[in-house]
């Protein structure tokens, strides 16, 4: 296509016209002065070039650009936070529906709600919320959307405590494939109200979330770091899961990097750089329950202490684009035998950075039934993603290699149980992974669902869930 085609389009001038009929949203197309910072996502290895972002700023918006893409046959990416793993929030050619500036947050403070756009980042969320003594459960990354953790189940420092992030989601407002805008909870649209937890993008686009919110002002908590070895790594398994579930725990066995916060002398060396939140009331029981985690080995870095919540997630580089691969996977236990694996291939990795991220799970998230939300993996008892960092792309086929064998060495289980995965630590996989995501019947029940509320599967960039062929589009509501 030349320029003079490119510019005398259809879409083009769709695109164009677009400018005119936004409720207040903005189009960056190429050759703006923002196109380029518009088009960047968290991670690199991702050069895309839309034919427009659309920077929306109502649901009215969102159903412009939504009817755009659907009448023009264009690919449709969904961006809140930028933090996709598989590049979803970006497209060659197609068009960018970026909700970042969408960031309205209504909190209810006498019946503990918050209606909260999806522009908002998880730290943004926890920030305003925090003012109050007011929380929800998100990841471990404040710059992360709330947008995509949330449709994909949302596993963060309250997981134990509160459950999964979908676990707090009482309502949304979704924007469909046909452009309407619906409020779903348990009486309206109750099946796409299931199957936005933890189904993801692919039901249409969320454009606000009604979560509960618990009482939490403080935490005891931190970052703990550990010298690492088969002994120390089981160990601090084992405490994490007898520890009572106001203690949620990620554990991060990697090689240690050259960060100021670290002694020289552990530079290069395995260690357990834990992050750790005791979510309870009393500040002397915290430190309590964190105190066998102190005595595993002496601490390198032992960071833990009371403090406000939002303070566990610590300030980022607005700058950061790494380049990464990763499998991720669930466990049943993490004995000696599977930290001697850990040790092993972190030992024998020539990546620049390399870890094995291990996430004790259980306690409240346990308690909902596996059937309740689009997300099934209610029993799973620890998350494991190990990852590699790289440089040059052709480091990128060894790194990935490296990391699916270690995947292979760690999994337990058969079926459905040895093949589960957690979408939203999913790359560029494969469909046989994304149904590991959904076993057994969820993966019927989402394609159903799937059909009837997008049957031409505009909202397919994603882990996608291809829609029942010969569904009607009726809605349950
Ligand atoms: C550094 C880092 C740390 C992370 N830590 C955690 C963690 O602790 N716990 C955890 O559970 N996950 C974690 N994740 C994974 C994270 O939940 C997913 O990457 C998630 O998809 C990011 O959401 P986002 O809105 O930032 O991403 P985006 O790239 O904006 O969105 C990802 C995809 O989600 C869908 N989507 C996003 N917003 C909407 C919307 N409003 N409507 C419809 N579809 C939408 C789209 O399909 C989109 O392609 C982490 C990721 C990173 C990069």
Redesign the pocket.
């Known amino acids: 296509m030349t320029e003079h085609d490119r510019s005398a389009s259809p879409q083009t001038s769709s695109i164009q016209q677009l400018r005119t009929t936004l409720n207040g949203g903005r189009v960056i197309t190429p050759g703006d002065a923002s196109f380029d910072e518009a088009r960047t996502?968290?991670?690199g290895g991702f050069d895309r070039q839309p034919a427009a972002i659309v920077r929306v700023r109502d649901a009215s918006d969102v159903s412009q650009v939504v009817s755009l893409a659907r009448e023009n046959g264009l690919e449709l990416?969904?961006?809140?936070?930028?933090?996709?793993?598989?590049g979803?929030?970006t497209t060659d050619g197609g068009i960018v529906l970026d909700?970042s500036e969408m960031k309205d947050l209504q909190i209810d403070l006498s019946g503990r709600t918050a209606w909260a756009q999806?522009g908002l980042?998880a730290g943004e969320y926890t920030a305003a919320t925090a003012a109050h003594g007011l929380a929800t459960g998100?990841?471990?990354?404040a710059?992360?959307?709330?947008?995509?953790?949330?449709?994909?189940?949302?596993?963060?420092?309250l997981v134990r405590k509160h459950g999964?992030?979908i676990d707090d989601v009482l309502a949304a407002e979704?924007v469909t494939a046909d452009g309407e805008l619906l409020k779903v909870d348990s009486e309206s649209h109750p099946e796409l109200f299931w199957a936005i937890r933890g189904g993801?993008?692919?039901?249409?686009?969320?454009?606000r979330f009604k979560f509960r919110l618990h009482k939490l002002s403080s935490i005891v908590g931190g970052m703990l770091v550990l010298p690492a070895s088969p002994e120390t790594i089981a160990s601090f398994i084992a405490e994490a899961q007898a520890a009572p579930e106001e203690l949620s725990t990620?554990a991060n066995v990697m090689v240690a990097p050259p960060m100021p916060f670290l002694p020289q002398e552990v530079h290069g060396e395995l260690i357990i750089l834990a992050m750790m939140v005791y979510a309870g009331e009393d500040v002397d029981e915290g430190e309590r329950v964190i105190a066998p985690f102190r005595a595993l080995a002496e601490p390198i870095v032992d960071m833990l202490k009371p403090m406000p919540y939002p303070q566990i997630y610590p300030p980022e580089e607005g700058d950061y684009h790494p380049t990464a691969v990763g499998r991720t996977m669930f466990l049943d236990s993490v004995d000696l035998a599977e930290a001697e694996t850990i040790v092993e291939y972190l030992s024998t990795s020539e990546a620049p950075m390399r870890v094995a991220q291990l996430?004790v799970l259980g306690g409240a998230m346990a308690r909902v039934s596996a059937q309740a939300t689009a997300f099934a993996h209610r029993s799973a008892a620890i998350m494991a993603n190990v990852a590699a960092f790289y440089e040059a792309t052709e480091e990128r086929a060894a790194r990935e290699r490296w990391a699916r064998e270690f995947e292979e060495a760690l999994r337990q289980g058969e079926g459905n149980k040895g093949d589960g995965v957690?979408v939203?630590?999913l790359g560029e996989e494969g469909e046989g992974r994304v149904r590991g995501a959904y076993p057994g019947s969820t993966w019927e029940k989402l394609v159903e669902i799937k059909g009837r509320y997008d049957p031409t599967n505009l909202?397919r960039?994603?882990?996608n869930i291809p829609p029942a062929i010969g569904q009607k589009e009726t809605s349950d509501g």
């Open positions: 996502i968290f991670y990416a969904i961006k809140s936070g930028g933090h996709s793993l598989a979803h929030s909700l999806t980042t998100f990841g471990d990354t710059s992360v959307g709330i947008g995509g953790i949330t449709l994909g189940g949302g596993v963060g420092y999964l992030t979704i993801g993008g692919n039901f249409g686009v969320a454009t990620i996430r957690y939203n630590f909202f960039l994603n882990h």
